[in-house]
């Protein structure tokens, strides 16, 4: 199983980026999937998740009505795309599997992460 995000970078507030994570090693479509951020002096927070067919999306209310997560099945790439970026945003974001199904604080894999900062 390899999850690997890019994407991240420095952006002033009010700015976008778009994450994106290439899975390999399993089959993409058949898992639910999650992004999560830790950020430093807090621990993880689970962001936003989205079931296999991508049919169904979950947001923290820390990000809900400005981030926007997405999947490509058939290329087996997941996405986040932010918008309205805030400081508070700033963090290391990871994609991640999620085991079981449905359980979106559970997961069994994540990737390396991609460092999201947000200057005021």
């Known amino acids: 199983v390899q999850l690997v995000e890019s994407g991240g970078g420095m952006v002033q507030a009010g700015g976008s980026l778009r994450l994106s994570c290439a899975a390999s090693?399993?089959?993409?479509?058949?898992?639910?999937m999650s992004w999560v951020r830790h950020s430093a002096g807090k621990g993880p927070e689970w962001v936003s998740g989205?079931?296999?067919?991508?049919?169904?999306?979950y947001y923290a209310d820390s990000v809900k009505g400005r981030f926007t997560i997405s999947r490509d099945n058939a290329k087996n790439t997941l996405y986040l795309q932010m918008n309205s970026l805030k400081p508070e945003d700033t963090a290391l974001y990871y994609c991640?599997?999620?085991?079981?199904?449905?359980?979106?604080?559970?997961?069994?894999?994540w990737g390396q992460g991609t460092q999201v900062t947000v200057s005021s």
């Open positions: 989205i079931n296999t067919g991508g049919g169904s999306t």
């Open positions: 991640a599997r999620n085991d079981p199904p449905g359980r979106w604080y559970e997961y069994d894999a």
């Open positions: 090693g399993f089959t993409f479509s058949s898992y639910d």
